[in-house]
Nanobody, 115 residues
Framework: VQLQASGGGLVQAGGSLRLSCAAS????????MGWYRQAPGKQRELVATITRGETTNYADAVKGRFTISRDNAKNTVYLEMNSLKPEDTAVYYCNLNTWTGNTYWGQGTLVTVSS
């Protein structure tokens, strides 16, 4: 299974970015897709997840600012990020879990928010 993430970049505080992650090669149905992030010197943390039925879960730090969505036909998950803050600076990783219990990670895309 391959996860190809895109959409990262440099943005000023208050700005917006949209991340995309397309999954390919999965023979098992995808259950949950999500985004995690890892800032320099910190552990990887959950940002948001979405089930196949589109039930969402967000970290408190991003609630009201980020929106996760998915296109099941395209095996793609999106993360719309608004009102970005410098503390959102991190490498963002997409993740998926299949119904058979396998977990896969994308290569990461860097988001830098300048103050």
């Amino acid at each position: 299974v391959q996860l190809q993430a895109s959409g990262g970049g440099l943005v000023q505080a208050g700005g917006s970015l949209r991340l995309s992650c397309a999954a390919s090669g999965s023979r098992s149905s995808i259950a949950v897709m999500g985004w995690y992030r890892q800032a320099p010197g910190k552990q990887r943390e959950l940002v948001a997840t979405i089930t196949r039925g589109e039930t969402t879960n967000y970290a408190d730090a991003v609630k009201g600012r980020f929106t996760i969505s998915r296109d099941n036909a395209k095996n793609t998950v999106y993360l719309e990020m608004n009102s970005l803050k410098p503390e959102d600076t991190a490498v963002y990783y997409c993740n998926l879990n299949t119904w058979t219990g396998n977990t896969y990670w994308g290569q990461g895309t860097l988001v830098t928010v300048s103050s």
